[in-house]
C-alpha cells in the first residue's frame, strides 16, 4: 500500500516529484527526505490533510507541527511581526536546519499549532524537499516521519518500517546528511530561546543574535515542559538506553562496572560509542555489541549515525546499550539533547567530584 519511490536527491527526477505534489495538493500524505531527517508533510492549511498526519503517526494532538517553506515570501501569508532579526536569521541560516518560533497567522489551522498563537517555520535546505515545496505550491506541514515516540528517520527504510501502509508514498532520496532534527528557536521571547537543540548551534545562532539563551530541559517527571517536543522521553529505542556523563575517567569505569553486571545478567548488552573508544575497550568480552558512531573529530559523522545506530540496536534485539555524553559544542548539544531523551537511565558518574574537568 504505501509505495516506495527512489529519488536523485541532488538532482530530482521532475515527473517524481510532480507526482508527490499532486498528492500534496489533494491532502494526501507524502514522506520526503529533508537534510536533518525524514518529514512527513501534508497541506499545511487543510485541516483534514493534517489530521492524517497525526493518525498515521499516533501523535497526540497537543505536539504542534513545524511548517515547512521553499521561499521567504511565503513567510507572512504564516506568520506575523516579523522582524529585521528573524529576516537576518532567514538569510543566514535558511534554506536549512532552523526553526523558528513566530507569532501565527489566523490562516494557519488550529490542528497544525495545536491551537498555539504561535506557529513553528522552516526552508529546508535538501533539494528533494525543496523542490516538492516548490512544485506543490504550499505551505507543507512536516514532523518527522516516525511513529511518535520513537527513534526519527534518517532513511527510507526507517519510515517504511514505522509507517508502511498508513501512508501512500514515500520519497527515497538516500541517507539525509544531518541526522538530527533542526534548532526550535522561540523568536517570541526576549532574548531568544533555543527549545531544541539542533542542526545550526548555538554558537552559530550566537554571531547572528548575541543574546540566546538554552531553555532547560525538563526533568524526567515534569508535567509542563515548554514546548510539547520537549517531552522528556522521547526520541527513544525499545532498548534501556543508559547514559553516562562525567569526566572521562570516571565514565568508563561506571560504564565497565555496570557491563559486567548486564553480563552476569545474562542481558543482550550494547555499547554505542565514538571510534575513540575503540582502545578503551579492546579487551572487553565478545559477547557485547559495539557500534562505533564516527570520530569525535568530525561530529557531524556521529550526528548522522546516531538514529541508524539507536534502530540497529533494537533490530539486533540489545536489551541494554551503554553511552556517554559527547562535549557539548557545536552539534555536540543536539546530541547530548536526543542522548538524554532516548535514555532510559542516566547516571551522573562525578556528581560527588566537581573539581574534575567536564568532558
Ligand atoms: O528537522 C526537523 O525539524 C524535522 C524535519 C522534517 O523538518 N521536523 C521535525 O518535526 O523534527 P517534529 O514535529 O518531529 O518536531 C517539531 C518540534 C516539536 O518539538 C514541537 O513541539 C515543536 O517543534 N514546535 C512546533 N510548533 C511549535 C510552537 N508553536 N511552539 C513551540 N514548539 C513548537
Ligand atoms: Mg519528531
Redesign the pocket.
Known amino acids: 500500500m504505501t509505495k516506495v519511490i527512489k529519488i536523485d536527491p541532488q538532482t530530482p527526477s521532475k515527473v517524481t516529484i510532480t507526482l508527490a505534489a499532486k498528492l500534496l495538493q489533494d491532502g494526501q500524505l507524502v514522506a520526503f527526505p ?1 537534510e ?4 512527513l508533510g501534508a497541506h499545511a492549511l487543510d485541516a483534514q490533510a493534517v489530521r492524517k498526519i497525526f493518525q498515521a503517526k499516533e501523535r497526540p494532538s497537543y ?4 511548517v ?1 517553506l521553499h521561499t521567504i515570501e511565503a513567510l507572512p501569508r504564516i506568520a506575523r511581526n516579523i522582524s529585521e532579526t528573524v529576516y537576518a536569521l532567514a538569510e543566514a541560516f535558511w534554506p536549512g ?1 532552523l ?1 523558528l ?1 513566530l507569532p501565527r497567522q489566523d490562516t494557519v489551522p488550529d490542528i497544525v ?2 491551537g ?1 498563537p ?3 517555520v ?1 526552508i ?1 535546505s535538501h533539494p528533494v524537499a525543496l523542490a516538492l515545496l516548490q512544485a506543490a505550491n504550499l505551505p507543507v506541514a ?4 516516525n511513529r511518535f515516540g520513537y527513534t ?1 528517520p534518517t532513511t527510507a527504510a526507517h519510515v517504511l518500517a514505522d509507517l508502511n501502509g498508513r501512508i501512500p508514498l514515500i520519497l527515497d532520496g538516500g541517507p539525509t546528511h544531518i541526522g538530527v ?2 534548532t ?1 528557536l ?1 523568536m517570541t521571547s526576549t532574548p531568544p530561546r533555543i ?2 537543540p ?2 545550526v548551534s548555538l554558537e552559530a545562532l550566537r554571531r547572528i543574535l548575541g543574546a540566546v539563551t538554552m531553555a532547560v530541559q525538563p526533568e524526567k517527571d515534569t508535567q509542563q515542559p515548554p ?4 517531552l522528556p522521553r522521547h526520541y527513544a529505542p525499545h532498548a534501556h538506553l543508559v547514559l553516562f556523563k562525567g569526566a572521562p575517567e570516571s565514565v568508563y569505569q561506571a560504564m565497565k562496572v555496570r557491563a559486567k553486571q548486564a553480563l552476569k545478567r545474562h542481558q543482550k548488552l550494547a555499547f554505542m560509542l565514538p571510534d575513540e573508544d575503540r582502545k578503551r575497550f579492546e579487551n572487553f568480552p565478545q559477547t557485547a555489541q559495539f557500534i562505533w558512531l564516527g570520530s569525535l573529530k568530525h561530529i557531524p559523522d556521529i550526528s548522522k549515525n546516531l538514529y541508524a545506530a539507536m534502530r540497529q540496536l533494537d533490530q539486533a534485539g540489545a536489551e541494554i546499550v551503554l553511552t556517554h555524553n559527547l562535549p557539548e559544542t557545536g552539534l555536540g548539544a543536539a546530541i547530548n539533547n536526543r542522548l538524554s531523551k532516548a535514555a532510559a537511565e542516566i547516571i551522573e558518574t562525578d556528581k560527588t567530584n566537581p573539581d574534575k574537568d567536564e568532558k
Open positions: 529533508t536533518t531527517v525524514y518529514g505536539d504542534p507541527l513545524i515547512h536546519p526553526t518560533i499549532t495545536s498555539l504561535t506557529v513553528a522552516r529546508p512536516a514532523p518527522s516521519a526519527s532534527e533542526s526550535v522561540d527549545l531544541r539542533g542542526g514546548s510539547p517536543g520537549m
